[in-house]
């Protein structure tokens, strides 16, 4: 994945070089070409922050987080490794949430494993007839935790034991899926004090909800 924005910084450097050596340098162009460096190098970071999570030995340190901006920036992660180009992304994030207790990149790589899930179950739909919903919400007026949902109009699952399957490991309903990320997102979700399950939505797809329960 990293490869990728370092391919469009090499890229972008070389026409930034040729720009600057013109006769008659076009500063607007040059100044977009710049932009475009720097968003790419943020990208590279984003990419490398979140490979650390897998390198690190180091203690998990909780931090006061806005669960918005940890969906924004999952979503931001995985615009860099997946071709997004066909999916409609929709957000429905509530505003003025209070913040949670915990490692960041814990729980960005929980909504990419559930994003990821939603994208593989509309892998069947037609070509820009794909939707992706991501929610957040408070499940009752003086609830003290936060409900994400994360929603795909993909093939869903009718068998409602097979629902609670989707948690357990090594159970996949991918052919060649090896059944661990939506495990590891339970594992990761309940070490918070948190709740994780899934829904068949009422007319297509799937809906993947859990909650985190707000700082002290």
């Known amino acids: 994945a990293l490869h990728q924005p370092l391919t469009a910084l ?7 070089k040729k720009s600057l050596d013109a006769e008659h340098p076009d500063l607007i162009k040059i100044k977009d070409i710049i932009n475009k460096c ?13 490979l650390m999570i897998f390198l690190s030995t180091e203690k998990v340190i909780n931090t006061s987080s806005d669960i918005n901006v940890l969906i924004n920036s999952a979503l931001s992660y995985m615009r860099v490794t997946e071709d997004l180009s066909n999916i409609t992304i929709k957000l429905k994030l509530s505003k003025n949430l209070r913040r949670v207790s915990v490692n960041p990149l814990h729980i960005e790589k929980v909504i990419i494993a559930l994003v990821m899930n939603a994208l593989e179950a509309m892998e069947g739909n037609k070509e820009n007839a794909r939707t992706l919903t991501i929610v957040t919400a408070l499940p009752s007026p003086k609830a003290e935790l936060v409900e994400v949902a994360v929603i795909d109009d993909g093939r ?9 399957q989707l948690f357990k490991p090594f159970y996949s309903t991918k052919a060649n899926g090896i059944g661990m990320g939506l495990p590891i997102s339970k594992t990761l979700v309940e070490s918070y004090g948190g709740k994780i399950w899934a829904e068949q939505n009422a007319r297509k797809g799937l809906c993947i909800k859990f909650t985190l329960p707000f700082e002290s």
């Open 10 to 16: 090499s890229f972008y450097s070389f026409v930034l």
């Open 38 to 50: 720097c968003d790419q190098s943020q990208r590279a970071t984003d990419v490398i922050k979140h």
């Open 156 to 164: 869903g699952i009718s068998d409602s034991a097979a629902l609670h």
